[in-house]
């Protein structure tokens, strides 16, 4: 069974940092892309950084370019989002996602994606 397990979610000042972290089982890692989505309250649910496995393209939503970058260790099976420079509307649930064929992750599309974790919340005070 695939599991996604995020962690490293909290409360954050604006300006402030926190880093995300996702651990991986039950599923071949190096065959998905792997990325990060998240859902704001009373919004849907949006991609936020990407990365194929098998040719390393990449998708990072306009509103972190800059500020959040998206990293994996391989021999972890483990997916990381540090995230900078944090704003109020920085503040959702964080979901660490896994894509066979990337094609929705990599569009930052939520539809078509194969595992979801559970979510982090990440809160960013003003």
């Known amino acids: 069974e695939a599991q996604l397990v995020e962690s490293g979610g909290g409360l954050v000042q604006a300006g402030g940092s926190l880093r995300l972290s996702c651990a991986t089982s039950?599923?071949?890692?190096?065959?998905?892309?792997i990325g990060w989505f998240r859902q704001a309250p009373g919004k849907e649910r949006e991609g936020v950084s990407c990365?194929?496995?098998?040719?390393?393209?990449?998708y990072t939503a306009d509103s972190v370019k800059g500020r959040f970058t998206m990293s994996v260790d391989n021999a972890k099976n483990t997916v990381y989002l540090q995230m900078n420079s944090l704003k109020p509307e920085d503040t959702a649930t964080y979901y660490c996602?896994?894509?066979?064929?990337?094609?929705?992750?990599?569009?930052?599309?939520?539809?078509?994606?194969?595992?979801w974790g559970k979510g982090t919340l990440v809160t960013v005070l003003s």
């Open positions: 996602v896994a894509d066979w064929d990337g094609s929705s992750c990599l569009s930052g599309s939520p539809a078509g994606m194969d595992y």
């Open positions: 039950g599923f071949t890692f190096d065959d998905y892309a």
């Open positions: 990365i194929s496995r098998s040719d390393d393209s990449t």
